[in-house]
């Protein structure tokens, strides 16, 4: 149809009914989604109170239970707080128990009774860790949601008793966000910056700098002493080098001299060797004859005695 209508569907998974009567009342819904959607029933009122900064966050924001939209904010009000602190933000939020699904049960008819198991259900969700927490949806345009989920094992946890106000509605304890445990870490480290001496750590950077340029401009002008200082070393190192050639150069003549079979102090040292053991042997024999003879000494060695002559016959026989 061009102009629009209205159309009828029954939703799935849903039981056929007999067909309406006269006059029967019906729900609209703006859209085929909305109609074709399971059934949220009753809606249940939560009051949420937030001490931070609610920026961010907008009527109709959603509500969501580990991750699953469960309801919409209603309202956001500002809460007369104690004197000398922040005012309290107070948060209206619809949400849809049966959007719980089987962690809450079979459901049944909204009646006085529905409304306290509703209480009893998440009475054993707070007694678990249950709480509210703001939570940025969009990092683009900050726009907060309201996140219903446990605390961390670490946390500490308090006994909350749950109670429903003469509306029906129930007040559900709130945890800080992510942004507001956020804030005083930042600030302080923020703090802790703030106390670091950056102006004396500046100051004695400039003053090492200072010190490493003096040294610097020190072997500037050192550098042509060195200079010079290394070409009298390499100077003395090639004299060294030319003596060190010298002493090997006499060495090699002293060992042709010493050792060679044909080198003349060899020959001249064999000579002297035999004059001396000539000499030991005739000092050798005058101290035998001193020995014999003592009186040698003084009377001196006597004459040789004359040698006689043999009778011929004497030879002859």
Known sequence: MIAGGVAFEQAPDTPKSPPAEANAAFTLFGDRRSAMAPPDGAALSLRLVFSGSVRGLVIGAPVDFLGVEIGNVRSIALQQGAPGQRFPVLVTADIYPLRFGKLRGVPGTPTASESGSN???????????????????????????????????????SKVVLLADAEGGIALPTMPGTLSELQPQVARIVETLSKIPFVDIA????????????????IDRLAPDAQKALVGVQTTLTEVQRTLGSAQASMQRIDRNL????APIQRQVELT??????????LRVLTDYLQLHPE???????????VQAQPPETRAR
Do not use: C, W
Request: positive net charge; proline residues 4%; glycine residues 4%.
């Open 259 to 262: 050792l060679d079979d044909n």
């Open 273 to 282: 060797l035999s004059e001396v053991q000539r000499a030991a042997q005739s």
């Open 296 to 306: 040698a000494v003084v009377r001196g060695k006597p004459a040789d005695a004359p």
């Open 203 to 218: 100051a004695s950077v400039q003053t090492t700098l200072n010190q490493v340029n003096t040294a610097v401009a020190s």
């Open 119 to 157: 209480l009893a259900f998440l009475q054993r969700l707070v007694d678990s860790g249950l709480r509210g927490q703001l939570r940025t949806g969009n990092l683009l345009t900050s726009q907060l949601y309201v996140a219903l989920d446990f605390m961390a094992a670490s946390a500490p946890k």
